[in-house]
C-alpha cells in the first residue's frame, strides 16, 4: 500500500485480557517504530525494530509488551493481561532505514481502551 | 537527556491572522526537526522537517528555521486557514544512541475561526 496501515483501527477489551496489534509498514521501509500516544503522557517510544531485530525495546513500559517483526514486513504489538492504564491510541511508523535521523511515517494508529 | 519544549496551547485564532508556534529543544549531538500535524481523526503527518543549523524547512505555507545558537525551531504561518486547525507536535530525533527514537513536544491545539 502507499502508507502505513494499522489494524484494528479501534480495540475494545477487558481487563485481564491479551490484545494483539498489528502494522503493515510502508513498502521497502525496513525500520519499524511503534509509540504510544496517551493523555497523560504524550506521544511516547516504544519499541525500533531493524529488519526483525529489535536494537531498542526502552520504551516499553513492562514485560507485558512485547512485539515482534517478520519478514522484515509485519509486525504485531501484544500486550498481555491488559490494565486500563494501557488505555491509549498506539500508533506505528517506518522509515526507509538508512540513517537514524530519517523522516518517520505514521499510520492511523489503533485506538485501545481497557474496561 | 533530549526533550521538547512546546508553547502551551490552546492557540484561537481568526481565519488570515499570523500564527506562531514556539519550540525549544535540549539534545545531544545535531539532531534532525521536525512538526507533524495531526488533524480531527487522523493519523500524525510530517508538515516540515530540517536536519542541520540555519535549515529552513516549508510546506503549505508554514516555515520553521533550525536555530542551533537559541535551541529553537518555531513554527510560522504568515495567513492561517480554517483547514489549519490541527494539533501541531514538535518532534526532534538526536540519532547517535538515540537511533531512531523521536522525542515529542507535548503538542499544540490551533483552532481557526472564519
Excluded at chain 2, 500524525?44 to 510546506?59: H, I, M, V
Excluded at chain 2, 490541527?86 to 481557526?112: D, W
Aim: net charge negative; glycine share 12%.
Amino acid at each position: 500500500g502507499a502508507g502505513v496501515s494499522q489494524s484494528p483501527s479501534n480495540k475494545v477489551t477487558e481487563k485481564g485480557k491479551d490484545v494483539e496489534l498489528r502494522c503493515d509498514p510502508i513498502s521497502g521501509h525496513t525500520a519499524l517504530y511503534w509509540y504510544r500516544q496517551s493523555l497523560g503522557q504524550g506521544l511516547e517510544f516504544l519499541i525500533y525494530f531493524q529488519g526483525n531485530s529489535a536494537p531498542d525495546k526502552s520504551g516499553l513500559p513492562s514485560d507485558r509488551f512485547s512485539a515482534e517483526r517478520t519478514g522484515g514486513s509485519v509486525s504485531t504489538l501484544t500486550i498481555q493481561r491488559t490494565q486500563q492504564e494501557d488505555s491509549a491510541v498506539y500508533l506505528c511508523a517506518s522509515s526507509l532505514g538508512e540513517s537514524g535521523q530519517e523522516t518517520q511515517y505514521f499510520g492511523p494508529g489503533t485506538r485501545l481502551l481497557v474496561l | 537527556g533530549n526533550s521538547v519544549t512546546q508553547m502551551e496551547g490552546p492557540v484561537t485564532l481568526s481565519e488570515e491572522a499570523f500564527l506562531t508556534i514556539n519550540c525549544t529543544y535540549t539534545a545531544t549531538g545535531y539532531p534532525s526537526l521536525f512538526w507533524y500535524v495531526q488533524y480531527p481523526g487522523e493519523g500524525l503527518q510530517l508538515l516540515l522537517k530540517a536536519t542541520k543549523a540555519d535549515d529552513k524547512g516549508s510546506n503549505k505555507g508554514f516555515e520553521a528555521t533550525y536555530r542551533k545558537e537559541t535551541t529553537s525551531f518555531h513554527l510560522e504561518k504568515g495567513s492561517v486557514q480554517v483547514s489549519d486547525s490541527a494539533v501541531y507536535f514538535c518532534v526532534l530525533n538526536a540519532g547517535g544512541t538515540s537511533y531512531g527514537k523521536l522525542t515529542f513536544g507535548q503538542g499544540t491545539i490551533l483552532t481557526v475561526h472564519p
